[in-house]
C-alpha cells in the first residue's frame, strides 16, 4: 500500500474512498448473496410444503374413488408445471401407481428412483403429514407426503398408504434469485462511485487545491523566493496551518534578512581593517577571506575560496605556516606567530594570531587568523639597533679618542719642552718627526671626537677643500675605491665643520656601495655658482632608478640589505644642507652613476685673528691649582707652569679641589671637564667662583661634550696643546681680570 501514500493527496484521498467503497460492496455482496440463498431455500421449502398440501388432497379424493386413471391424469397434470422436474404415486407394496415418467409404472420406486425410494420408507415411518430434503447441489427439492386410501388401492395390504413423491427443479429460481442479487450490487456499486466521484471533487475543491497552494509555496520558499506565500485562511486546519506557514515564512525571511545585514556589518568592518583576516576549515581550505587579503595577494574571495595556502604560497612558506596552523587546532588555543612571505620577491613579515573556532558542540570546526603586516616594524627595529650599534661605536671612538688625548696631552708638551735640550742635528730630526706624528695623531683624535659626539650646529666660516682632506684621512683605510679631488682652494661656506665633513663622508661611502661587485671611482668636486658653492660627491656605480630617488631622502629609505645601512644617510646630509641655508640635489642614471650636490651659500672667509700673545715673564708670580685625574697630564701642566715661575698646587680629583677651596683663594684654577667619577670640572669652576668671586677658571679636555653643559662663559684648552698655548692662555686670563 506504499504506492497509495506515495500519490498525491489530490489523487490519493478519493483512490482511497474508491477502494474502501470496493471493499465495502464487495464484502456486502458476499453477505447478502449467501443471505439471499438461504432465504431461498427456507421459502423454497415452505412452497413445496404448500405444493404437497394441495397435491395431497386432490390425490386423495381420487384414490378414495378407486379411480386409477383419474390418479394418473393429475399426476400427468401436476407434473407439467415447470417447477415440477418429477412426480411418483407409488403403492403401499411399493409399485409406482402413476408418474410424469411413464418408464416407471409398474415398476418399483426402488429400482427406478432410488431417491425416492429412501424418502418413501421414511414417511411412512415418520408421524409427519410431509417430509422435504433439499438438494441444493442439484439445485431441487425432493418431497413425499402420504395417500391413503385402503378400499381402492392395495387390497392385500389391507390399511396401509399409497405415497407421492414430488422432485422441485428450483434452478431457474435460484437463478433468478442471484441475478437480481447481482442487479442490485451493480446498481449498489454504481452509487457508490457516483458518491466517491463526489467526495474527491469536493476533497479537490475544499482540501486538494488549498493542499497544493500549500506544496506550491513551500516549493517556491524552498527555491529561494522570498516572495513565496500560502495565503491561505480560514478556520479549518489547513487554513490554519497556512497562516502558520506564512508568519513562519515572515519570521525566517526576518531573521535571514537580519542574519544577511549582521554578516554584511562584519564583513563591512572586516573589509575596513588593514589586519589581513581570513577563516580556513580543518583542512587548510580558505573559506573567507577580507578586503585586506585581496589586495595582499591580488586576487578575490571567489578565486581564493576552496584553495589551501600551497596554492598561494611557494612551497617552503606554506609549509611554516601550515605547521602553524596545525600547532593551533591541536592544542585548541590562540596562539601567536611572526610569518615570512614571499610577495612578489619582496619578503614580508606578518605577525599573526590564530585561534580556533567551534561548533554548537564544541568540536573545532575551522579556523581564524587575523595578520599584521610588520615588515616596516621590523626593518626599523634593525636600523634601530644598527643605529644603536652606531652610537655605541661613535660613543665608544669618543671614549678612546678622550683617553689617547690624555696620552697627547703628555706627549705633545714634553716634546716642546724637550726640543732646546736637544742640540744634535739627528736628535732634532727625530723630536721633529716625533712632534709632527704626535700632530697628526691629535688632528685625527680631533676629527674622531667631532664625529662621536652629538652637539649643536656651530656654524663658522670652513674651506670646503679642507673638509675633503679630512674625509679622505678619515676614509682612506675605510674605503676601497679611486678618490679623486678637484677643489678650489679659494671656496669657503658658513656651515658646522664637523658636520659637513660627516655629510661628505656619508655621500662618499653611499658611492662607495653604488657597485659591490667592483671598485668605484669616485670624484669630490666644489664649484662656484654664482653666489653659491657646489659640493659635489660623484661615482660611476650602478646608479637609482627615478621611483628610488623620489624616496631616496625618505627616513629609513634604504635599498641595501636589511642591515647593512640604516637609511638616514641622505636624510642627514639633506637635513644639514637645510639647517646651512642651502640644499641637496640628486642626480641620477641606472647603469652610468649617481651625483649628489650639496649646494650652500658662498661666504668670505673672516681677516685671520692675531696671533696668541707669546708668553714672556709673568707680571707676579701666581698661585694657580691645577685639577686632573690624570696624574701624567697634571705633572705636564705641572712642569710647564712651575717652569715659568708660578706655583702650582695639584688635585687629582674634585674633592680634594674643593678641600683646597675651601682653605685659601687662587689666582687661577685650571680643571679638566671630565674628573672621572663624582663631581665634574665644571662643578669645581662653579664651586670657586662662588667661593671665591672673580676667580679665572680655564677648562682643559679633550671631550668636548661635557663641557657644553655650560652657558660657554668659560674658555676651553682643547687637549693636546703646545706650553706655549697653554702659557699664552694664562697670561690671557690673568689680563683680562687686571683689567676688570
Known amino acids: 500500500m506504499r504506492w497509495l501514500f506515495a500519490l498525491p493527496i489530490r489523487v490519493s484521498v478519493p483512490l482511497a474512498v474508491v477502494l474502501s467503497a470496493v471493499v465495502a460492496l464487495g464484502l456486502g455482496y ?39 386413471i383419474g390418479a394418473r391424469t393429475m399426476v400427468a397434470a401436476f407434473g407439467s408445471q ?51 430434503s433439499v438438494r441444493a447441489e442439484r439445485e431441487a427439492i425432493v418431497a413425499h407426503t402420504r395417500v391413503c386410501s385402503a378400499e381402492f388401492i392395495g387390497a392385500e395390504s389391507g390399511s396401509r398408504c399409497s405415497t407421492l413423491g414430488v422432485e422441485f427443479d428450483l434452478g431457474e429460481g435460484l437463478r433468478e434469485s442471484q441475478a437480481a442479487l447481482r442487479r442490485l450490487a451493480a446498481t449498489s456499486g454504481l452509487a457508490l462511485l457516483c458518491f466517491a466521484a463526489l467526495v474527491g471533487v469536493f476533497f479537490e ?45 515572515a519570521s525566517v525571511l526576518q531573521g535571514q534578512r537580519s542574519l544577511r545585514e549582521s554578516e554584511e556589518r562584519h564583513r563591512s568592518i572586516l573589509n575596513q581593517t588593514e589586519l589581513v583576516v581570513y577563516t580556513k576549515d580543518v583542512d587548510g581550505r580558505y573559506l573567507f577571506v577580507n578586503r585586506s587579503f585581496e589586495l595582499l595577494f591580488d586576487t578575490s574571495f571567489a578565486q581564493v575560496h576552496g584553495l589551501t595556502d600551497y596554492d598561494i604560497l611557494p612551497t617552503e612558506a606554506a609549509d611554516a605556516v601550515v605547521a602553524n ?43 581564524c587568523g587575523l595578520s599584521k603586516d610588520i615588515t616596516a616594524r621590523v626593518e626599523d627595529e634593525v636600523r634601530l639597533r644598527q643605529a644603536q650599534k652606531m652610537e655605541m661605536v661613535g660613543q665608544l671612538t669618543g671614549g678612546v679618542a678622550h683617553d689617547f688625548n690624555n696620552l697627547l696631552a703628555v706627549i705633545v708638551p714634553n716634546l716642546s719642552m724637550l726640543a732646546p735640550l736637544v742640540h744634535e742635528a739627528e736628535g732634532k730630526e727625530m723630536l721633529v718627526a716625533a712632534q709632527s706624528a704626535a700632530r697628526r695623531g691629535a688632528e685625527l683624535v680631533h676629527r674622531l671626537l667631532g664625529l662621536s659626539r652629538h652637539e649643536a650646529h656651530e656654524p663658522t666660516t670652513v674651506e670646503v677643500a679642507e673638509a675633503f682632506e679630512g674625509v679622505r684621512l678619515l676614509l682612506k683605510r675605510a674605503v676601497v675605491a679611486n678618490i679623486t679631488i678637484q677643489a678650489d682652494q679659494s671656496l669657503h661656506v658658513f656651515a658646522d665643520a664637523t658636520q659637513l665633513e660627516v655629510a661628505i663622508m656619508n655621500l662618499v661611502l653611499n658611492a662607495r656601495d653604488a657597485a659591490p661587485d667592483r671598485q668605484v671611482n669616485i670624484r669630490l668636486a666644489v664649484t662656484r655658482v654664482g653666489a653659491e658653492v657646489c659640493i659635489s660627491v660623484s661615482d660611476d656605480g650602478c646608479g637609482m632608478a627615478a621611483d628610488v630617488v623620489e624616496h631616496a631622502r625618505d627616513p629609513f629609505f634604504s635599498t ?56 714672556g715673564a709673568p707680571r707676579s708670580k701666581l698661585s694657580i691649582l691645577v685639577v686632573d685625574d690624570e696624574a701624567l697630564v697634571a705633572g705636564v701642566m ?35 671637564v671630565l674628573l672621572g667619577a663624582g663631581p665634574t670640572g665644571l662643578e669645581v669652576a662653579h664651586y670657586a667662583q662662588r667661593v671665591w668671586p672673580g676667580t679665572p677658571v680655564l677648562l682643559v679636555s679633550g671631550y668636548t661634550e661635557r663641557a657644553l653643559d655650560d652657558d660657554g662663559s668659560l674658555p676651553l684648552l682643547t687637549k693636546p696643546f703646545r706650553p706655549k698655548q697653554l702659557l699664552a692662555m694664562v697670561d690671557q686670563l690673568i689680563e683680562v681680570r687686571q683689567a676688570g
Not at 516549493?219 to 513565496?228: L, N, S, V, Y
Not at 489547513?238 to 502558520?244: D, S, T
Not at 644642507?577 to 658662498?602: D, F, Q, W
Request: glycine fraction near 8%; avoid cysteine; proline fraction near 4%.
Open 30 to 68: 458476499l453477505g447478502a448473496s449467501a443471505s439471499s440463498e438461504a432465504d431461498f431455500w427456507v421459502s423454497a421449502e415452505r412452497s413445496a410444503l404448500d405444493e404437497m398440501t394441495t397435491y395431497q388432497t386432490a390425490l386423495a379424493i381420487v384414490v378414495a374413488e378407486g379411480d386409477l
Open 82 to 132: 415447470h417447477t415440477v422436474a418429477s412426480m411418483v404415486l407409488a403403492g403401499p407394496d411399493g409399485t409406482v401407481l402413476a408418474a410424469t415418467k411413464l418408464a416407471w409404472k409398474d415398476k418399483p420406486v426402488d429400482a427406478v428412483a432410488p431417491t425416492f425410494a429412501a424418502q418413501r420408507r421414511r414417511i411412512l415411518r415418520s408421524a409427519a403429514p410431509v417430509e422435504v
Open 205 to 249: 475543491i475544499t482540501v486538494g487545491r488549498r493542499a497544493q497552494r500549500l506544496l506550491h509555496a513551500v516549493a517556491r520558499f524552498t527555491a529561494g523566493d522570498e516572495t513565496a506565500r500560502t495565503e491561505l485562511s480560514g478556520r479549518d486546519e489547513l487554513g490554519r496551518i497556512g497562516a502558520a506557514f506564512d508568519g513562519l515564512l
Open 325 to 367: 596552523d596545525r600547532e593551533v587546532l591541536a592544542g585548541e588555543m590562540p596562539l601567536e606567530f611572526e610569518e615570512t612571505v614571499d610577495l612578489g620577491g619582496e619578503s614580508r613579515v606578518f605577525l599573526s594570531v590564530k585561534f580556533p573556532l567551534t561548533n554548537i558542540d564544541g568540536k573545532v570546526v575551522a579556523l
Open 560 to 615: 641595501k640589505i636589511v642591515g647593512a645601512g640604516t637609511g638616514l644617510g641622505l636624510t642627514m646630509v639633506q637635513g644639514f644642507a637645510e639647517r646651512s641655508g642651502g640644499r641637496m640635489e640628486i642626480e641620477s642614471t641606472v647603469g652610468e652613476g649617481t651625483e649628489v650636490r650639496i649646494i650652500l651659500p658662498s661666504v668670505v672667509p673672516a681677516q685671520p685673528r692675531a696671533p696668541l700673545p707669546q708668553p
Open 638 to 672: 705641572e712642569r710647564v707652569l712651575s717652569r715659568a715661575g708660578h706655583s702650582v698646587v695639584r688635585a687629582s680629583n674634585a674633592a680634594t679641589a674643593f678641600e683646597s677651596l675651601d682653605k685659601s683663594a687662587y689666582d687661577l684654577v685650571i680643571t679638566d
